[in-house]
């Protein structure tokens, strides 16, 4: 079989993720710091895969040591997670660090250092306060903006000298599309405008939180910058007619360009803003807060990406009794013939990467940007364990090989984007199907303590990283 080999450019960022909420655990944890995400796991565990949520986790807070050796032992040159803005303060209102938290943070951070990983860090993973939910209605609140602002403040003042990629949210759309729009997560209210109004005041506290950086001159004074991490969905039409591409334009201005947009262009487009008006879903701002918006732009930006979206217009009739949903304007399309990851019920389009990259080159003036989440879960990974006890993912080392190729393409045709993030770097608690589907370069063994093996593919990433080189296989070759 032939190969070609494509070469990674030097300064190229080739790490792993993860976040707070779904690796930490509840040790140590207050009574009273409950995140969004403990709040709906203790009112709903039954939901969630055999019952299974964030409060062991994988218990990083307890092994990260052994955890930041595996890193280094892989050679990820790049970790990103995030810290759990319910633990690190005891008053939201007051913005109280609380200290043994924080100290920990502390540790994760000079930890990584000192194995020679970079730190990324994200304000925001969905660990919103519970109490701030229950009490103000969470991201529907514009105090809770200011509150925001005032524990990123505090986090800036004790880690800035030490991290230089920093992060207001990872994927802002998703959790008041869970709860508002779709109405499948915990408290399950069906409210358009409440979901456009939590889209409005996290692009608010993004740029709020700018603001903050360039003032406080962390990007002058240590080099750092700071982003929001979306996960904008590359949205394909049925076919080339009109109300197709219709349908696929609308669905990218509601569930990509919401965001994508006041991030980088610091405006939102004319066509959403009619579109909002039209429905009377429109979200409340003043003319300050859009001037915020419009002069505190990100550095870059974080992109998550995993499958492709498909749509096609509408066949069947809009319940007219029913809220407004931006479905009203396309049905979801399942192309025939696509390649699916069975487990997790995705598509698999390695195309996408090459597809968003050029995007973002042509119509966001090529904004500095890298790949911050990319990755296959698969159940039942036991069963591909050799006799060595370990698990054999070529399908996921066939999985990163391919998207990446398409990556590397578009950076070789002018493309700004600076790295490869793979989701994750260890099997950790999904949303609902906790430990159903494993992501992870390192296995959790659950039924072991939650011990840590290193899988085909974290070796093969190891060699990945060391020699700089991806090798393709020639598919018309293979014929």
């Not at 915990?186 to 603001?211: G, H, S």
């Not at 598509?347 to 940007?369: S, T, V």
């Amino acid at each position: 079989m032939e190969t070609n080999t494509l070469k990674i450019p030097a300064d190229f960022i080739i790490g792993a993720a993860s976040s707070a909420w779904q690796t930490e655990g509840w040790s140590g944890k207050k009574e009273n710091q409950d995140s969004y995400m403990d709040l709906w796991y203790k009112n709903n565990k039954h939901v969630w895969h055999n019952g299974y949520g964030p409060g062991i986790a994988t218990d990083f807070r307890n092994r990260y040591k052994e955890d930041i050796a595996l890193m280094k032992e892989i050679g990820l040159t790049h970790f990103r997670t995030s810290i759990n803005w319910s633990r690190f303060l005891t008053d939201y209102e007051r913005a109280v660090v609380d200290d043994e938290y924080a100290s920990y943070v502390d540790d994760v951070i000079n930890e990584l250092l000192k194995n020679g990983v970079e730190p990324m860090i994200c304000l925001e993973h969905y660990e919103l306060p519970a109490a701030l939910f229950e009490k103000y209605g969470g991201w529907g609140s514009k105090q809770v903006v200011e509150w925001f602002v005032a524990y990123a403040e505090k986090v800036f003042e004790r880690y800035a000298d030490r991290v230089k990629f920093w992060f207001t949210f990872n994927e802002p759309i998703v959790v008041q599309t869970r709860v508002y729009l779709d109405a499948i997560r915990y408290p399950f209210e069906q409210n358009t405008r409440k979901w456009m109004q939590w889209n409005f005041n996290k692009a608010l506290a993004t740029a709020k939180v700018v603001q903050l950086f360039k003032e406080k001159g962390y990007r002058e004074r240590n080099g750092a910058k700071i982003g929001v991490i979306v996960n904008p969905e590359v949205t394909y039409p049925r076919s080339s007619a009109p109300h197709d591409q219709e349908a696929a334009r609308i669905y990218d201005l509601f569930f990509n360009r919401v965001f994508l947009d006041p991030a980088v262009k610091g405006e939102y487009p004319q066509e959403l803003l009619e579109l909002l008006e039209k429905h009377d879903i429109a979200f409340e701002s003043t003319p300050e807060e859009l001037q915020t918006i419009q002069v505190n732009t990100v550095d870059f930006l974080g992109i998550n990406l995993y499958y492709p979206h498909r749509v096609k217009a509408r066949s069947t009739a809009w319940n007219e009794r029913t809220p407004f949903h931006p479905s009203y304007y396309y049905e979801m399309f399942d192309l025939p013939g696509r390649k699916m990851n069975p487990f997790r019920g995705w598509e698999i389009y390695p195309p996408i990467m090459y597809d968003m990259a050029i995007r973002l080159k042509e119509e966001y003036g090529n904004i500095e940007w890298f790949i911050a989440e990319n990755g296959m879960g698969v159940e039942n990974e036991a069963t591909y364990k050799n006799e060595e006890q370990i698990i054999q993912d070529d399908y996921r080392i066939a999985f990163i090989t391919d998207h990446l190729k398409e990556l590397l393409k578009a950076v070789d045709e002018g493309a700004n984007c600076k790295g490869y993030m793979l989701w994750a770097f260890t099997d950790n608690v999904s949303p609902m199907n906790a430990f159903k589907n494993r992501y992870g370069l390192v296995e959790i063994d659950l039924e072991d303590n939650r011990n840590r093996h290193l899988k085909k593919s974290a070796y093969w990433y190891r060699e990945l990283i060391r020699t700089r080189e991806l090798i393709v296989k020639n598919e018309a070759a293979c014929k």
